[in-house]
Structures are given as C-alpha cells and as structure tokens.
C-alpha cells in the first residue's frame, strides 16, 4: 500500500447497485452477543468517511480502483481485490500468532474475521462502513458497525488487536490509537500491526477516490450522503511505530515480513488503565469477551 501513482489517467471501476445496509435488528442482535457490551455513540460510526459511496461501491463490487487521495493529488492505491479475497499467506503470517479473543479493526469485507473463525478463535470485526460489516456478517463473521474510538465490547479483555491492512493510520495518530489498544487488551494482550514497507511517518488528510475523479486530478464530487470532508490518516513503518510503542510502554514480541508485506507484534504495556476501562466491574474486567454462536449471518 505504499506505492503512489500518478493522479491522471485512471479507469473507472465498473458500476454496482446500492445495497441495503443491515437493519438496526440485524445489528442489536449482534451487540447483545456480547458480554458488558456498550452502545455506540448515537451517528459517530454512521458520519464517517469510511461509510462514502466509493469504498461501500468498492467492497460490493469486489474491486478498485480505490485510492486515498490527498488534497495535492497524491494517491496511495488501495487493495480491495486482496481485502476481498480469502485470507492468504501473508495474513496467515500474523492470523497464526494470534491468542486468545481476538478484535479485528477496521475488519474491511471480513477475511481475516471469517479466516479466525475457521482456525477456532473467538473472532469479533468492527468498522465503520455498513457495506464492510454486512459483508463481513455475509461470510459468518461477528461484526458490528463501530470505530474503535467508541464504547466497545470486552474492553480490557482481548486477548489480540488486529490492525492489519494499513489499519496503524486510523485516526492519523499512531500514538492515540496504541493509548486506546492498550485500554481494550487485556494484561499481556497481544497487538498485531502491519506497517508501512518503507521507514515512513506521515501524518495527511485524505478522502476516499474511485479514480473518477477530473482531468485536473480534482477528486470527484461526493455522492449524495457521501462523506465529502478529508479526514486524518497515517502512514507509518516498522522503525516509528517501535519508537512510538516504546514511548508508550509497549514490548517488541516480533517483527517479520511476507509476500512484500510487514508486521510487527506488540505486547501490552503495564501500566493503570483508563478511567472508562477501570469503572468495570472487577468480575467484567477478569472473563474474557464472549462471542455468541448464534450471531446473525
């Protein structure tokens, strides 16, 4: 994900129709599996950029072109065939050293949710696009429409994070999104990162581009109920994410590479949790996240 192309010259990617998104019972089913589950907050997961048409027409279709493109023209292309086909050996990689429950954000279509499930793990996604949710729940997958800033179940008692597939730059603060995985883990909790494959740390607004975009490299405009302002991401390699863990109180597990792609494994530092983790009650803090059988497909 870290090679840019030039901002001209794109094809369109082949139209899809709208799917329905899951309805609110589809999605309260979900959240009462959950043991000490908490609401989301009312709109944030629903408001966000990674909702606009162009990723949910994207993951519907199976395909890109999709891109995150800066306010300059730059463009970092996005993987969607990848994310859309079954797990493959790269992702296997870091699936296999996953322990215990395990929380996948910014589970995208769902491979990596359905691929955990088959290897006997405890398995739950969250984003924030209804489309990547629904086709999560398509495969078998637990998922629920939600950022992993918001309330979210068995905090404190995941056993492994999951940010894969460029997911270190949600929220453009490496630095904030380790404080938060550091509250939803559990003592010696395990996060699983891919980085970027160049020694980078970037912090950019983007926003989410088909390719269909002028002649000018101007971003087309947003599609009614799209999310049309940017929003922050970060790009961030192998090196500054350690320096970033370490600053944190994070211990190094193991760093590796695959199929051109890099990972490093973090374990929870030890230090006194949030004032939102540590209100739980002493019998919620010390059970593991429960994940129903019985999830909606």
């Not at 970027?196 to 975009?213: F, H, K, N, S, W």
């Not at 922050?232 to 192998?238: D, E, L």
């Not at 994070?250 to 230090?271: I, K, N, Y």
């Amino acid at each position: 994900m870290s090679t840019t192309v030039p901002s001209s010259g794109l094809a369109a990617p082949a139209s899809a129709d709208r799917a329905e998104p899951p309805d609110s019972h589809h999605e309260a089913a979900a959240d009462t599996a959950y043991a000490s589950d908490a609401p989301a907050r009312p709109g944030t997961a629903r408001t966000a950029s990674w909702g606009a048409d162009p990723y949910a027409n994207a993951l519907r279709t199976g395909r890109g072109p999709l891109f995150l493109r800066r306010s300059d023209g730059w463009l970092l292309p996005l993987d969607v065939e990848r994310w859309c086909s079954d797990a493959g050996s790269a992702d296997l990689s870091a699936l296999h050293r996953c322990e215990g429950p395990v929380l996948d954000i910014g589970c995208g279509p769902g491979r990596l949710v359905a691929e955990l499930a088959s290897l006997g793990h405890r398995a739950l996604g969250i984003d924030v696009s209804e489309a990547a949710v629904a086709r999560t729940r398509g495969l078998g997958g637990a998922a629920l429409l939600r950022s992993v800033f918001d309330p979210l179940p068995g905090e404190g008692r995941w056993g492994t994070l999951l940010l894969l597939d460029g997911n270190i730059g949600i929220g453009g603060d490496p630095a904030a999104l380790l404080d938060r995985a550091a509250d939803l883990l559990g003592a010696g909790g395990l996060l699983i990162a891919e980085t970027a494959p160049v020694d980078v740390d970037e912090r950019v607004r983007v926003r989410l581009d088909d390719g269909r975009g002028g002649p000018d490299g101007s971003a087309a405009p947003a599609a009614p109920g799209a999310a049309a302002e940017p929003f922050p991401w970060a790009r961030i390699g192998t090196p500054a994410l350690l320096r970033h863990a370490r600053a944190g109180g994070w211990r190094t597990a193991d760093q590796w590479g695959a199929e051109g792609r890099t990972f490093v494994s973090l374990r929870r530092p030890v230090r006194e949790r949030s004032a939102r983790t540590s209100s739980q009650s002493a019998e919620s803090a010390n059970s593991a996240p429960v994940i129903s059988s019985q999830l909606p497909k």
